[in-house]
């Protein structure tokens, strides 16, 4: 039989610092597993109204800052964007540009799913999605979330039960 997932909504914040997001999915708990965890996650994320997002976007650092702290969100924020390690100081330049300039056209940071990505990958979606209107980058910023939050829920559910964490 497989273990239950018994998430914690402090375990669940370092997923997503929406805490509406957090509550709604710690009030199904527990969970029989990854898939159902989720799926209740999926279904929360896509009824967070815009401030409650922008609650989450507010926990997450711009791309390029590297995350201080020893919390759990703070590293795997770490890891995430790890593909700017090896970044040249052009190539940091440019993101820090393109954030700039990003955050003043949509009011908020730029937020990427960065697991897997280079750092010019990066560069090049935030160029990108300079071009969207309000509603187009609106609806993307929501797939990225649902990206990341997606992936650390996997991690949350993978480590051992620490308490407050899972």
Known sequence: MSERLDVTEGGL???????????????????AGLAELRAASAKALAGLDWADVEEALA????????????????AWSRGEQSG????????RTALVEGNRAYEDRFGHVFLICATGLG?????????ARLGND?????????A???????LRLAKLAAAP??????
């Open 13 to 31: 914040l370092a997923c997503c610092a929406s805490r509406r997001w957090a509550a709604e999915v710690a009030a199904g708990r527990p969970y």
């Open 59 to 74: 926990a997450h650092p711009r791309i390029g800052d590297r995350v201080r702290g020893a919390g759990t969100e703070a």
């Open 84 to 91: 700017m390690d090896a970044a040249a100081a052009e190539l």
């Open 119 to 127: 750092a010019a990958e990066m560069l090049a979606a935030l160029r």
């Open 134 to 142: 309000a509603a187009a980058e609106r609806a993307a910023v929501r």
């Open 144 to 150: 990225e979330l649902a990206k990341i939050v997606d």
């Open 161 to 166: 039960g620490k308490e407050g964490e899972r």
